[in-house]
């Protein structure tokens, strides 16, 4: 298994420098990560009993490959690694475990009907999401007992302890305990989304970032806000995405946000329309904590990456465990920039579906883990003064992702 993974990490690196990728440096920066995950989930879904083959299969096809068949591919991937969480905490939450897990399988060999063969990732595009989906009555776990039983399952969970990061604004950081593979789906970015068509509804706007350091960006201009989720709860109950926990900051400053981003917004709007849809979520939830991710610090490298993940609303089975709500009306969701401005755009989700979306992110391993901090690289804009603890991993990126 290391031999592959090494035949894997040497394709990262030719690939990463191959001539298709010499246009648009944003665009450029984008395509790698994204040829970086399709490597790396891959890998993962080949799991232990790959061989030698197996692995050059998929360097080749990563070669090959246009970026949409890529992100189909990655996007499966993810799909199919939070299938499996989802029927793991069904087996720990639920009463009856294998009847909920029966209907999770039966709803998975319902949308495989409907999805196209290869690199493709579609979901059925019957039916849409009740308001409230129906959940059975949970046990009453504590969550550090749901975290543990999780552990034994999958083989890994999350806590949050006292950051190594060797500086007095580290705070908390987010621990794995346990062991993950390369490409595994180590934790869920938490909170509520806004698409560009809302940017002016997220609390604090203009300077959204000022005093909130749990917001992340996507590729496509998505926002997720995850102040509001804190460090989750105890129950599964109804969530908006209004409530403002006491959670103290533990994100390293205040940059996190995108501030190339908001320098397209003027002036604040009053939330007088639109607002979260309230959706009933599993605050319990052990991998809802990628917001705790630190920055590493000089001498360390980030051993997770950011992805972004497209949850089909059609699987309404798994919803209790994406711990995202949507602000404002899903007519709104699919904009795209061009220039300075923003333009409302086709109605196909970046899977290729047109079927109900809920554009996440997680973070994937670049590498094995085994009880350690997990680190992710921040990629700061260089367009203004960063933070004294900041130290870049790779400048290069940096710009290319701001520019």
């Not at 944003?26 to 692995?55: H, I, P, V, W």
């Not at 039983?149 to 305990?177: M, N, V, W």
């Not at 059609?314 to 709104?332: Q, W």
Request: charged fraction near 25%.
């Amino acid at each position: 298994m290391a031999f592959l993974f090494r035949k894997f990490q040497e394709g990262v690196k030719i690939l990463a420098k191959s001539p298709t990728f010499a246009r648009d440096p944003r665009k450029l920066q984008f395509e790698a990560d994204m040829n970086r995950l399709f490597l790396y989930t891959s890998y993962n879904r080949l799991g232990r009993d790959a061989d030698e083959t197996d692995a050059e299969d998929i360097i080749n096809m990563a070669s090959k490959a246009s970026l949409a068949d890529q992100q189909k591919q990655v996007q499966e991937n993810i799909h199919s690694q939070i299938e499996k969480f989802c029927i793991s905490m069904n087996q720990i939450l639920l009463p009856d475990t294998s009847k909920e897990s029966e209907t999770v399988e039966s709803s998975k060999q319902s949308n495989s009907t409907a999805r196209r063969s290869g690199l493709s990732f579609a979901v059925g595009k019957s039916g849409s999401p009740a308001d409230y989906p129906v959940v059975p009555e949970t046990r009453p776990l504590r969550r550090a007992e749901v975290s543990r039983r999780l552990e034994d399952i999958i083989g890994y969970t999350l806590h949050l302890k006292p950051s190594l990061i060797p500086h007095k604004e580290a705070g908390q950081g987010l621990f794995l305990s346990g062991v993950a593979d390369v490409g595994t789906v180590i934790a869920i970015y938490p909170g509520v989304i806004y698409s560009p068509a809302y940017y002016r509804y997220i609390p604090g706007y203009p300077r959204v970032d000022a005093q909130n350091p749990y917001l992340i960006t996507r590729y496509d201009g998505t926002v997720i806000n995850a102040q509001p989720w804190g460090a989750g709860g105890e129950t599964r109950d109804l969530w908006d995405g209004l409530t403002l926990p006491e959670i103290r900051s533990t994100m390293e400053g205040t940059e996190k946000g995108s501030d190339r981003m908001w320098k397209l917004l003027s002036k604040p709007m009053k939330s007088t329309q639109g607002g979260s849809r309230t959706e009933l979520l599993e605050r319990r939830n052990p991998l809802a904590l990628a917001h705790f991710a630190n920055h590493p610090a000089k001498g360390m490298v980030p051993n997770v990456m950011v992805c972004p993940y497209d949850f089909p609303l059609t699987e309404k089975d798994m919803r209790a465990y994406i711990p995202n709500v949507s602000f404002g009306n899903a007519d709104e969701l699919n904009m795209r920039r061009f220039g300075s401005f923003w333009f409302r755009w086709g109605g196909l989700s970046s899977n290729g579906s047109d079927s109900p979306v809920l554009r996440t992110l997680v973070l994937v391993a670049t590498r094995s883990l085994c009880e350690e901090e997990v680190l992710l690289n921040y990629r700061l804009s260089n367009a203004k003064r960063r933070p004294a603890w900041y130290t870049p991993v790779d400048e290069e990126e940096d710009r290319r992702r701001w520019s």
